[in-house]
């Protein structure tokens, strides 16, 4: 490198001029504001542009000095900063790149998302979501694509009852593609979840008819009334006499789909503790739970006794996402099962008589169809009536009624 421009009264000259690259681009002509430089370097950097370099002038044209720099060593003007030990790092370019990719990515994420997709309420949620979140940082424009195609090929899978891992052998040829660990099962899971309403993971995959597995996440039963000989319907009524809850695994459910006299009256329940209450009592009547949102062993419980024409019994919390759960229940096929706008005013009286203070829920009550009234009390009292606290009355009025 030529030895007049590596000297050291050029050396804040240098810096200046890869600083001012970096923040205005590679390719950068316009005029350079100048450091402090000794008399030797105005001197050289005279030479260098081929003017007088008078001690009050504060700017120069980097154009000049990127022509003198070239003249004296034959190099482009930036491999010769990189050469005097002040290469310019490009960071101007470097960003506009990854600002240009990043719209890039984000425009395939838009269509990708309207053509597998759909353009939905619940679908432009769950892609801004994802988006903000960065589950598609750092994708090309290819795998944005790809992941959300395989978010819908998922989705369409919904309701076919095969386990996460067969969906994922099925689709990806690989049974571990929809783990919990891989970033397509996050977005899945956002997506049932944005779809269908909050709920946890194994939650969200069951309740769309993709279990995490066939065996875990049964149903829990008392005493159903199945007919029939053999495999499941001899369990169910060797564990009721016993005094003992049955859990039904889809497994089970599949292998000896449930069958019960039609108008047999069954009760669905959202808490388990009414199963087991129902168990040490001996009830003379079915109890079936949900367990909150209903996965997919106790949809399919409910499909099933439905289809042979069971008289399905619902009762749940009283609060908002109770009757919203309610009414899901209600589309079920099942009848709700005091839930009306009397018994929740009758378990507030009960409740306000032995001095107990019910929670409260700020959230506005679904709509009640079932009974019109019952949303227009909530919404007066917002008292929370659990489940557990009025089911004597509840697995009562159920054996009553059997």
């Not at 205005?24 to 950097?45: F, I, K, Q, V």
């Not at 998922?154 to 076919?160: E, F, I, K, N, Y």
């Not at 106790?298 to 919390?317: E, F, K, T």
Request: glycine share 8%; proline share 6%.
């Amino acid at each position: 490198m030529n030895a007049f421009l590596a000297d050291p009264a050029l050396q804040p000259l240098w810096r200046a001029v890869t600083a001012a690259l970096d923040r205005n681009g590679l390719g950068w002509r316009g005029r350079l504001t100048l450091p402090d430089l000794t008399p030797e370097g105005r001197r050289r950097l005279g030479v260098l542009i081929e003017t007088r370099m008078p001690a009050t002038r504060r700017t120069v044209s980097l154009d000049a000095v990127a022509a003198g720099v070239e003249r004296l060593t034959g190099a482009i003007f930036v491999d010769a900063l990189g050469t005097l030990g002040h290469p310019p790092a490009g960071r101007r370019e470097a960003a506009l790149a990854r600002h240009d990719a990043m719209r890039q990515r984000r425009a395939t994420l838009d269509d990708a998302t309207a053509a597998h997709l759909g353009d939905a309420a619940w679908v432009i949620s769950w892609r801004d979501a994802a988006w903000t979140d960065g589950l598609f940082a750092r994708h090309t424009a290819d795998e944005v694509t790809t992941a959300v195609t395989r978010v819908g090929q998922v989705l369409a899978r919904a309701g076919s009852g095969r386990s996460r891992t067969e969906v994922a052998a099925q689709l990806f040829g690989d049974a571990h593609a929809l783990d919990t660990s891989t970033r397509l099962a996050t977005l899945v899971t956002r997506a049932l979840t944005a779809r269908n309403g909050p709920v946890d993971e194994r939650g969200a995959w069951e309740r769309a008819g993709l279990p995490l597995d066939l065996v875990s996440a049964p149903v829990l039963t008392w005493a159903l009334p199945v007919l029939g000989a053999g495999g499941v319907a001899d369990a169910v009524r060797a564990m009721t006499a016993a005094g003992l809850p049955m859990q039904l695994s889809v497994l089970a459910l599949r292998a000896s789909p449930l069958t019960v006299a039609s108008g047999k009256p069954v009760l669905v329940v959202e808490n388990p503790r009414l199963v087991e209450a129902a168990a040490q009592r001996r009830l003379a009547a079915a109890v079936l739970c949900t367990n909150g949102n209903p996965t997919t062993a106790p949809s399919l419980a409910i499909v099933q006794l439905r289809s042979c024409g069971a008289r399905l019994r619902y009762h749940g919390d009283i609060d908002a996402p109770g009757l919203a759960m309610t009414g899901r229940a209600r589309d079920a096929g099942c009848e709700p099962f005091c839930m009306s706008a009397q018994d929740y005013r009758d378990a507030l009286a009960d409740a306000s008589a032995v001095g107990v203070e019910l929670p409260r829920d700020p959230a506005v009550a679904p709509p009640t169809p079932w009974d019109p009234a019952l949303g227009v009390a909530f919404d007066e009292h917002r008292a929370v009536v659990h489940e557990e606290r009025v089911m004597d009355d509840v697995l009562g009025a159920h054996a009553a009624g059997c």
